[in-house]
């Protein structure tokens, strides 16, 4: 057997790996080439459990090969999960790109913000779902004039009045928020399918015209509110896939020899990821340089996802103050003693005190109590991938959260003192090259 220690030296079960490290240290956006069936990844990890399993009662150079071919079948295993995460990365792309092509066809959108909070489309719809009401009334008016053929029966009538009842003040019907651009979807559908199916000659065109038109403009400006949102969490599941995937294979690609790296350059090349992804999140971005020219010895990629990860956790952590202000994230760079510090600050989702003295924050797949009030994705990886990263770089890596306003509730051990905003500061410093 080879003296070489898992996971170096030749491998003649697999010929072909260095040519595949090489295609994946192109880069996020190269796929690695197809290596086998769907079903290989889970023979592949049954066989290394069983390999686990059997170790105990070997002899040392059994238990050494059995290490060994443990080795090999996770990685086989890790360069299979990451040739599914591209994969999905692709379709992500595609329903990206499917996504802008429908909103455009939708013509002008109403909303001001790439990502329409449940406010702004309330505020949005509530014309156009009065419009609508109104021209439904005046339909079932003139529906019930003497002699007036009938185009409906009691029953589509008493549905017609519901509807207009509901789109004059959809707000006070239809409580829960979330739903109720999708309510007021399938009424507008439904008015128009009972228009469609009403029997020719019975009613005015004029008035048939104004509830279709009305009815067609509450089911644009929804579909319009829905489309945008699917795009803004669209972009939000690429990044997070995207840092995954470089975190997975990580170790299946070629090393990269460290180098001299402007610090502004890794923290713009972060923020050009994430551009979309603050667009659409309606999150301003502010920089504050006060070290300029600072460099630091180091692997590019690796600091770069560090800094993604933190950007990516603060733009998705962000609150709005008020519907006229968008929600921001203020990065700032200085010197201390030798060392560069970059600062990510937010105002929104807390973190609480027990998470950052427990260091639970920092556990893999660990997601903040608090992280997902408002249906937030995420892996629970960022946070760890980049203090390990941040640490092999010789730095340092801190958390701290508070409350944003001093005359929130006080109380720690209420639920109420989580509901306020926090400021959030996560801080990285790194060795300065001189």
């Known amino acids: 057997m080879s003296d070489s220690p898992p996971g170096s030296g030749p491998r003649s079960a697999r010929p072909d790996q260095g040519a595949r490290r090489e295609a994946d240290a192109a880069g996020p956006d190269d796929a690695p080439a197809p290596k086998r069936d769907g079903d290989r990844a889970d023979d592949g990890r049954a066989d290394a459990l069983d390999d686990v399993e059997h170790a105990d009662g070997l002899d040392d150079v059994e238990r050494a090969e059995s290490l060994v071919s443990l080795h090999r079948r996770i990685e086989e295993l890790t360069f299979d999960i990451g040739a599914v995460l591209h994969a999905n990365t692709s379709t992500l792309l595609m329903a990206h790109h499917a996504l802008d092509v429908a909103i455009r066809a939708l013509g002008p959108s109403p909303y001001q913000s790439e990502t329409p909070t449940d406010d702004e489309i309330d505020d949005v719809l509530r014309e156009p779902a009065r419009q609508a009401a109104r021209a439904i009334e005046k339909l079932i008016e003139v529906h019930a004039e003497p002699g007036r053929p009938q185009a409906f029966d009691q029953e589509e009538l008493e549905e017609l009045g519901e509807s ?99 610090l502004a350059r890794l923290i713009e090349s972060a923020h050009r990821q994430l551009a979309d992804y603050a ?25 770069v996802r560090a800094f993604g990860n933190l950007l990516h956790n603060a733009i998705k952590y962000s609150w709005r103050r008020d519907k006229s202000v968008p929600a921001w994230v203020e990065i700032k760079i200085w010197r201390d003693d030798g060392r560069v510090c970059v600062a990510f600050s937010n105002w929104g989702v807390p973190i609480s005190q027990s998470e950052l003295d427990r260091g639970m924050i920092f556990e893999l797949g660990y997601r903040g109590k608090w992280s997902v009030d408002r249906g937030r994705l995420g892996t629970g990886i960022g946070l760890t991938d980049a203090r390990a990263v941040v640490e092999k770089h010789r730095g340092t890596l801190t958390v701290k959260s508070h409350p944003a306003r001093p005359w929130g509730p006080d109380d720690p051990d209420s639920e109420e003192y989580y509901r306020q905003p926090f400021l959030t500061t996560v801080t990285i410093c790194l060795p300065e090259l001189v």
């Open 164 to 262: 207009a009842e509901t789109l004059a003040d959809h707000v006070a019907h239809i409580p829960i928020a979330g739903i109720r651009a999708s309510a007021l979807r399938s009424i507008a559908c439904r008015v128009q399918d009972l228009i469609a199916a009403a029997p020719p000659h019975t009613l005015p065109k004029q008035v048939l015209r104004q509830v279709r038109h009305s009815a067609r403009e509450v089911e644009r400006c929804t579909a319009v509110a829905s489309f945008l949102q699917a795009r803004s969490a669209i972009l939000q599941m690429d990044y997070t896939i995207r840092s995954f995937r470089e975190f997975v294979t990580t170790d299946l690609r070629r090393r990269e020899p460290t180098a001299r790296l402007r």
């Open 279 to 303: 667009q659409a999140s309606n999150v301003e971005v502010k920089r504050s340089h006060q070290a300029p020219g600072a460099e630091v010895l180091g692997v590019k990629r690796e600091l």
